[in-house]
């Protein structure tokens, strides 16, 4: 059973940062597309990023291109989320995903951005930015 677990969340002021961390057990994540998401009080889980196996690609929201970097390290199953310049707006529950049903995906799809291209999901982890 994979289970995927992030951390790091917490409170940031207006134009400060944060590191989220997902942390994978039961299966390694290197061959697969992971992702982060977020859900904001009231609204949609939205994508936020995502990257390939290799790291070679990643893909970004428009609110957040520029301020957020995607990355992992394979031989810790860890994948992160490095996030600067924090506005309010980005205030949600961000979670961790993974596509565990293809391998090996040299691109990030369309579909990479619909929470439903996922079959794995970490518990979320709260982030709330003061302005």
């Known amino acids: 059973q994979v289970q995927l677990v992030e951390s790091g969340g917490g409170l940031a002021q207006a134009g400060g940062s944060l590191r989220l961390s997902c942390a994978a057990s039961g299966r390694t994540l290197s061959p697969y597309i992971m992702a982060w998401f977020r859900q904001a009080p009231g609204k949609e889980r939205e994508f936020v990023a995502a990257?390939?196996?290799?790291?070679?690609?990643?893909d970004y929201a428009d609110s957040v291109k520029g301020r957020f970097t995607i990355s992992r390290e394979n031989r810790k199953n860890m994948v992160y989320l490095q996030m600067n310049s924090l506005q309010p707006e980005d205030t949600a529950v961000y979670s961790c995903?993974?596509?565990?049903?293809?391998?090996?995906?040299?691109?990030?799809?369309?579909?990479?951005?619909?929470?439903?291209?996922?079959?794995?999901w970490g518990q979320g982890t709260q982030v709330t930015v003061s302005s």
């Open positions: 990257i390939t196996w290799n790291g070679a690609n990643t």
């Open positions: 995903a993974g596509d565990l049903t293809r391998s090996y995906s040299s691109g990030i799809d369309s579909r990479m951005r619909y929470d439903k291209a996922y079959n794995y």
